[in-house]
Each structure stands twice: as C-alpha cells, then as structure tokens.
C-alpha cells in the first residue's frame, strides 16, 4: 500500500470516529427540524386546500338599489378571513359599470337601499359640477331635488370589521349617472267623501319647497310637508250641493286635477218644546267673527298622527250634529183625532201642516252636552291653543289647531286652564264645564261631523 493510500484510508477513521462522536443534542435538534418541515408542509396545504376553497360566495349581501335600480360597482376591494392572518382578497373593477347611466328618473325622492349593516358615503353632483349633497346614505333618505337635470352620484358601501373576532371586510365603490324627471303624483284618502266629512290629499314627486296649491268649488285648503309628501285636508262643507267636484292642483308647470264625489247625509230632525224647556239648550251655529283672523291659523304638522283623537267631552247628547231643530211643532194625538169626523180630521191635519211649516228649523253644526258643572273636557288630540278667552256670543271659549288648519272648538266653558300659545296632548284637561257645552270642528270653515274624528274612522283625517 503506498503512502498516499495510507493516508487517506487514516484519514477516513478519522472522519468515522468523529461522526460517532455527535452529541445527542445536535440529533435531537436535527430530527425535531425534520418534524418541524413536515408539519409545516402538512398546514401549508391544508391552509393553501382552505384558501383556494374560499369563493366570492363568501362575501355579504352586496346588492344596492337607487331608485329600484341595482347598482353595478366600478370598483371592489374585499378580504375573506381563511386562517389565522391569512385572508384572501378580492380586488377588481369593472369599466362598463363606472359612469353607467341609470334609466330615467321620474321621482323628487329616488330611494338608496344599502344593505344591512354597512356603512356608506356618497356625493351627488349636478352638471355643472356644483356639489349638492355629501353624507351618509342614512341623511340622504331626506334628501329632496330642486330641480330637473343631469346628475351623477359617487357611492362608496363599506362593511367594517367586527368589534370582536374576524369577520369580512370591504367596500364597493358605485359611479352612475341619471336624469331626473320628476313628476308630481296624487292621491286621495278616497274616491268619495259623505257632506261633512274630510278629504285627504297628498302629492308626492314635487321638486324643491314650493307647496302646491288648491283650487276647488269644495273650499279651501293649505299643503303641509310630512313624511317627505305635501299634505292638504280639505273639508267638505255640510250644505254643499250632491255631486262631481275638480280639484285642481298645480305644482311647478305640472296641474293635476282628480275628482272626488260627494254624498249627502241622511236628513235628521229634532223637536224642541219651550213647555219642557228643551228648547232653551243653547244653540250656537257659527263661527263667532272674533275668531276670523284664528279660523285662518294653519299649524305646518299633523299633530294627531301618532295617538289620533278622543272623544273630549262625556254628558248627556241634547243636539247631535247634522240635525234641524223644530221648536213647539204640533204633533197631532192620534187618538184625539180619531174622535172627529173623517172629513174634520182632514181639516185639522192641514191646519196643523200649515202652522208647522211657518216654523224655520235650526239646523246643528256642532254638538252639544249637558254635563254636571266642573266636569273635565279634554283636549281630543295632540295641538297647540290659539284662542283662549271670552267672547260675548259664545262665553269661555277655547280653540285648539291640530296641524293642517284641523280646529277643535269649545263654547260655554266654566273654566279654562290652558294659555294661548300652549301645547296639548290628547286627553289632557284643558277646561272644565259650567253645564253646557258646545263642541265645534271645524277644517277651512267646513263644519266637520266630529263623531267619526273623535273614533278615529274618518277616512280622510286618517290619511297621511
């Protein structure tokens, strides 16, 4: 064997004692490398199996309306929890749907509808460039246009992440362009309204502040703004003729004219005595004059929406409304005139016929109790009092505007105990009685049959 052979073959025991001789830790350490490999291999997979098995099914609802329109995004930025602090995003734009036109619009108040949960905020701008709104989707609900024209609207919907845990976030980002053409619409509490009873009117599409206005052989009525419509509650005089009335609305260029029938009441009659003194209840049938100026108050709210109205007053009903009122007719004995001769009855009957008919009737517009003196009337629904006093022709009066022009009339009163200028609540006391008491309503000089406001069933006070 050569030097060079004896060598190396020295050289590799060398090497053979030395790796015999590796401390046990370094294995160790070797060996849990190795475990550590494979199970990062293992949770790599299994985390790369779950990644790629997240889809965009996994995202929230993302569906957006405006103006029963759905929205398309331009623009779209999502992350999808997976695992731990892996999240896998969703990320893209679409150029069709950035500067998309909507259909025409034909509505003052076109409705966004975001869905559940998520944030938003959005800018509208006018042709000129002129910023018209910038919020929330929430302060847009009340948002109404002034005018018609070409707008475009930037959209941004946000989901926020959870307070506690994981949860997918994101946001879509909407840019669309429409025209708006608004057009005033009209409806009515109903097609027909009984002499005495109210007609509700609302119009909704009207654009900017403007109200509408009302022409009608029925009276008058004032537009208030509520709920986002114009509103008018337009009374229909007990005496007005049967029939077809036109009710002319104008709004802006736009008059708009529904028709609405009106039928009479069924004729009512009651007889008084002065021998009993039935007679002497007292009778007010109109308006004092001192009221005018109140008559024309139109308080701009619907006071009664939310409790409506009840009955203000509890006593004995000695004149109902709608009725005409004899005073001492002769009321034939029946059997008094069979003791008579045929021909003689037929005599006395056209006698008393003829002095009957010399009798002018009264005829009611209000309603009116006997009640124990000191007894509580209350306030029939929420208001505001503008006539607190006393009037020579009707005693302690008291007025209270329900909003729309809608008036509550008392006569007669023992005591007051509200103030000009307070607000009431319905069925707070706000007088008490002396004996009689006169109760009025009254909407735009229309004497209203105020038992079907006070049990909430008429239809045209009901409507809002």
């Known amino acids: 064997m050569s030097e060079q052979d004896q060598s190396l073959l020295e050289q590799q025991e060398e090497e053979e004692e030395e790796a015999g001789g590796r401390p046990w830790w370094v294995t160790l350490l070797v060996w849990l490398g190795m475990v550590v490999l494979i199970v990062?291999?293992?949770?790599?997979?299994?985390?790369?199996?779950?990644?790629?098995?997240?889809?965009?099914?996994?995202?929230?609802?993302?569906?957006?309306?405006?103006?029963?329109?759905?929205?398309?995004?331009?623009?779209w930025d999502w992350q999808v929890p997976v695992a731990g602090f892996v999240k896998r995003e969703f990320?893209?734009?679409?150029?069709?749907?950035?500067?998309?036109?909507?259909?025409?619009?034909?509505?003052?108040?076109?409705?966004?509808?975001?869905?559940?949960?998520?944030?938003?905020?959005?800018?509208?701008?006018a042709a000129d460039g002129a910023v018209l709104f910038e919020?929330?989707?929430?302060?847009?609900?009340?948002?109404?246009?002034?005018?018609?024209?070409?707008?475009?609207?930037?959209?941004?919907?946000?989901?926020p992440a959870a307070e506690v845990g994981q949860s997918v976030v994101g946001q879509d980002v909407y840019r669309f362009a429409f025209t708006l053409n608004a057009e005033p619409q009209v409806a009515l509490s109903g097609e027909s309204v009984v002499q005495g009873g109210v007609v509700g009117i609302r119009v909704t599409g009207v654009l900017g502040e403007v109200p509408p206005s009302l022409t009608t052989d029925l009276g008058e009525?004032?537009?208030?703004?509520?709920n986002g419509a114009w509103l008018a509650y337009l009374g229909v005089p007990d005496d007005c003729l049967g029939g077809e009335y036109i009710l002319h609305i104008r709004s802006g260029d736009y008059e708009l004219a529904p028709i609405v029938r009106v039928y009479g009441r069924e004729v009512r009659e009651l007889d008084t005595y002065t021998a009993d003194g039935t007679a002497a209840a007292?009778?007010?049938?109109?308006?004092?004059?001192?009221?005018?100026?109140?008559?024309?108050?139109?308080?701009?709210?619907v006071y009664w929406a939310q409790d409506g109205f009840v009955q203000p007053v509890q006593g004995t009903l000695v004149r109902d409304y709608d009725v005409?009122?004899?005073?001492?007719?002769?009321?034939?004995?029946?059997?008094?005139?069979?003791?008579?001769?045929?021909?003689?009855?037929?005599?006395?009957?056209?006698?008393?016929?003829?002095?009957?008919?010399?009798?002018?009737?009264?005829?009611?517009?209000?309603?009116?109790f006997a009640t124990p003196a000191g007894s509580a009337v209350l306030s029939p629904a929420a208001g505001r009092v503008v006539f607190a006093?006393?009037?020579?022709?009707?005693?302690?009066?008291?007025?209270?505007?329900h909003g729309g022009g809608l008036k509550s009339l008392f006569y007669l009163l023992g005591s007051i105990k509200v103030s000009e200028g307070d607000y009431v609540t319905q069925g707070q006391t706000i007088a008490t009685t002396q004996g009689h008491v006169v109760c009025d309503m009254r909407l735009g000089g229309a004497a209203l049959d105020p038992w079907s406001v006070w049990r909430n069933v008429n239809p045209g006070i009901q409507f809002q």
Request: charged share 15%; no cysteine.
């Open 91 to 125: 990320q893209g734009s679409d150029p069709a749907a950035d500067g998309a036109a909507l259909a025409e619009i034909q509505v003052s108040d076109p409705q966004l509808v975001l869905p559940k949960g998520m944030t938003s905020q959005l800018t509208l701008t």
């Open 221 to 226: 009525a004032v537009f208030i703004k509520h």
């Open 389 to 401: 006093g006393t009037l020579s022709s009707t005693g302690r009066t008291l007025v209270i505007e």
């Open 282 to 301: 007292p009778y007010i049938n109109a308006v004092p004059a001192a009221l005018d100026e109140v008559m024309d108050i139109v308080d701009p709210d």
């Open 135 to 159: 919020g929330t989707g929430e302060q847009f609900a009340s948002f109404r246009f002034a005018a018609d024209g070409d707008y475009t609207m930037e959209l941004t919907v946000t989901q």
């Open 324 to 368: 005409y009122e004899y005073t001492d007719r002769v009321q034939a004995d029946p059997a008094l005139m069979a003791a008579y001769p045929i021909e003689l009855q037929a005599v006395l009957q056209a006698q008393i016929d003829a002095a009957n008919a010399l009798i002018t009737p009264r005829h009611s517009v209000n309603v009116t």
């Open 40 to 75: 990062a291999l293992i949770v790599g997979g299994v985390v790369l199996v779950m990644y790629r098995s997240v889809t965009e099914e996994a995202l929230p609802d993302r569906t957006v309306t405006f103006n029963g329109q759905t929205l398309n995004p331009a623009r």
